[in-house]
């Protein structure tokens, strides 16, 4: 599980002091998986109301420093808090901010970190951020959740239900652009294991190409979902050839809060769903 141990440390602390509607998301809470690739240099915590950042920031600000830590404010916006919060030799950056409230699943809640965002609305953000940035970091990400959370296919499709703005096909033309990276843009990162770089680039473009073939297939008013298998209780990437109701695949739209693809207690990946 790749969060060190002062960041393991100062989440149960902030655990221990439960906010109703702070949640983890971001990098740290991708690589709760204890697959995950990466180390996470920041927590993200987020909220849906805007108003909600400042106070929940004072709150937390209290809860950390009678836990006996340190917090250096680097930049205070309405919506956007950022600290770097320290304990004797050490240190994390900690952002606070506000995010829509819209989202394929509920939060999950994890006995460590609290509230997370579920991993699927967690590698459909980060398919927007790579669009949006090029950032190496991004690109481990992205070829993580690829492999172990949704094929980049789904991803793409599902992402315009969050940013309607865009269509699959926009969308997998920016993602087009990147990978286009050195050996040395990942010697900054913290890894969890050497990156391959020419092995992910081939994983990279064959994940594009069965994006494109997979966006073209699809119809398009189904844009924007998610696709839940029933018999295996897990989100797919659909077969084109045949129908959906042959495949026992229904599609899953995201709503305000999340909602869970069917009426039952819910646990994905081992996490609790809220």
Same mark, same amino acid.
């Given at each position: 599980?790749?969060?060190?141990?002062?960041?393991?440390?100062?989440?149960?602390?902030?655990?221990?002091?439960?906010?109703?509607?702070?949640?983890?998301?971001?990098?740290?809470?991708?690589?709760?998986?204890?697959?995950?690739?990466?180390?996470?240099?920041? #927590?993200?915590?987020?909220?849906?109301?805007?108003?909600?950042?400042?106070?929940?920031? !004072? !709150?937390?600000?209290?809860?950390?420093?009678?836990?006996?830590?340190?917090?250096?404010?680097?930049?205070?916006?309405?919506?956007?808090?950022?600290?770097?919060? @320290?304990?004797?030799?050490?240190?994390?950056?900690?952002?606070?901010?506000?995010? !829509?409230?819209?989202?394929?699943?509920?939060?999950?809640?994890?006995?460590?970190?609290?509230?997370?965002?579920?991993?699927?609305?967690?590698?459909?953000?980060?398919?927007?951020?790579?669009?949006? @940035?090029?950032?190496?970091?991004?690109?481990?990400?992205?070829?993580?959740v690829h492999g172990n959370v949704l094929p980049l296919a789904g991803l793409c499709w599902a992402a315009v239900g969050k940013?309607?703005?865009?269509?699959?096909?926009?969308?997998?033309?920016?993602? *087009?652009?990147?990978?286009?990276? @050195?050996? &040395?843009?990942?010697?900054?990162?913290?890894?969890?294991?050497?990156?391959?770089?020419?092995?992910? *680039?081939?994983?990279?473009?064959?994940?594009?190409?069965?994006?494109?073939?997979?966006? @073209?297939?699809?119809?398009? &008013?189904?844009?924007?979902? #998610?696709?839940?298998?029933?018999?295996?209780?897990?989100?797919?990437?659909?077969?084109s050839a045949d129908t959906l109701d042959d495949q026992s695949v229904v599609p899953h739209y995201g709503t305000p809060g999340?909602?869970?693809?069917?009426?039952?207690?819910?646990?994905?990946?081992?996490?609790?769903?809220?």
């Amino acid at each position: 599980m790749p969060l060190t141990a002062f960041q393991r440390t100062l989440l149960a602390t902030l655990a221990a002091a439960p906010s109703d509607d702070r949640y983890l998301a971001g990098g740290a809470a991708m690589h709760f998986a204890a697959n995950s690739t990466r180390f996470s240099d920041d #927590l993200d915590f987020f909220h849906d109301s805007e108003a909600r950042v400042a106070a929940a920031f !004072s !709150s937390d600000r209290t809860t950390l420093e009678r836990a006996g830590y340190a917090l250096d404010l680097e930049l205070s916006l309405p919506g956007f808090i950022r600290a770097v919060v @320290r304990r004797d030799d050490d240190a994390t950056r900690v952002d606070w901010a506000h995010d !829509s409230a819209w989202r394929f699943m509920p939060l999950v809640r994890d006995p460590l970190g609290g509230l997370l965002l579920h991993p699927v609305d967690l590698a459909v953000n980060k398919v927007l951020a790579l669009a949006g @940035r090029d950032e190496s970091r991004d690109f481990v990400d992205i070829l993580f959740v690829h492999g172990n959370v949704l094929p980049l296919a789904g991803l793409c499709w599902a992402a315009v239900g969050k940013d309607p703005g865009l269509t699959p096909l926009s969308l997998l033309e920016l993602l *087009k652009r990147r990978g286009r990276y @050195r050996p &040395e843009d990942f010697t900054r990162l913290r890894l969890a294991e050497p990156f391959h770089l020419p092995r992910a *680039k081939e994983t990279w473009l064959a994940a594009l190409a069965d994006a494109d073939t997979f966006v @073209r297939e699809r119809p398009p &008013e189904e844009y924007g979902c #998610l696709y839940y298998a029933l018999q295996s209780e897990r989100f797919v990437v659909p077969r084109s050839a045949d129908t959906l109701d042959d495949q026992s695949v229904v599609p899953h739209y995201g709503t305000p809060g999340g909602v869970l693809p069917r009426v039952a207690d819910a646990r994905v990946e081992g996490l609790d769903s809220v």
